[in-house]
């Protein structure tokens, strides 16, 4: 097999966690940068790390990596890349996306059209021919400037990762499901231990924690578009990485998650996520008020996505309710909070200062992770 470049994108913020999801796959990290990680694997790993990734946003197949400043030294630089190792004659192939960031060639709309003409040149020199159906498979391309320098890449994936399948009925302002696995494994919670989100919405960070209790890999349930690239993937590979995501599926386990709402159109929703998602039976989902936050035991886990002003209002009531969050939680003796907000008086309504805090995107929004960590759980003799 060869050996691929593969560049996963992800939330700004989390590349750590992402980085430590590809080597615990197996595969050699070459580069991490804000909101990317590059590695390298051979065709199976294009199936595998869009099987098992749950914090990537996509897994892209790096053709070529180069300096340009000028229209002319990016078409030389495309048209040198071999193509024709990866497009067959009858594939169908666009520009999808191009971005450009602190770049002397920022326009996309001139960038997508100079890549696709490179691409149709070298094709046609190693084709013969001067006119292309484009009747196949589809092989969209993306290309990211950054600083002068571009990566061109085909995007295997399709459909970004964090459409997991499950999710059909969501809130007003859900958060991404690649976002929340991320910010669970930002945590030091294990399936032994009690988890808890107040603010559940549609129920995804409950959901996608018991998808990481149960081992179910994120990508089981969908497709992707190098499935189809079988001129060069064998569909072997994918069977395989499906095989293999069964095999390590154990949903006969204990946990105690749980996911409270107010809204009980939202607890609806959740339920149906979970239950399309295989974790209902994971999960206890109720209606509930913040107010009412309670549990009898010790040591457990609060990760939640609460109101942050984007959907009220009033800011009066954002901040009626993270100071009674902070009163309940206050009353759970032992537990760790860990909080995704962009409000900015999250700490001081809360009622404590975070042990610590860490800045993440959350789409274009820029929001902090607050963590108030509690004791350890005492070791069991």
Known sequence: MAELRLVAPCHFGVEAVLKREITELG???????????TFLGDESAVCRANMFLRTAERIMLQVGRFHAVTYEELFD???????????????KFWVKKAGSVKSKLFSPSDIQRIVKKAIVERLKNKYCVSWFQEDGEEYPIRVFLNRDEVVVALDTTGESLHKRGYRKRISKAPISETLAAALILLTPWKKDRILVD?????GTFPIEAAMIAANIAPGMNREFTAEKWTNFIDRKLWYAASDEAYEQVNDEIDVDIQGYDIEPEMIAYARE??????????????????ADLSHSKKYGFIITNPPYGERLEEREALRDIYRKFGERYQNLDSWSAFIISSYEDTEKDFGRKATKNRKIYNGMIKTYFYQFMGPKPPKRG
């Open 77 to 91: 630089a495309v048209k040198s890349l071999p193509w024709e190792n990866y497009i067959p004659e009858n594939g």
């Open 27 to 37: 595969y050699e990290i070459e580069r991490v940068e804000d909101g990317r990680v």
């Open 273 to 290: 996520n979970a239950k399309d998602a295989g974790v209902a039976h994971l999960i206890h989902f109720q209606q509930r008020d913040v």
């Open 198 to 202: 107040p603010f559940c919405g549609c």
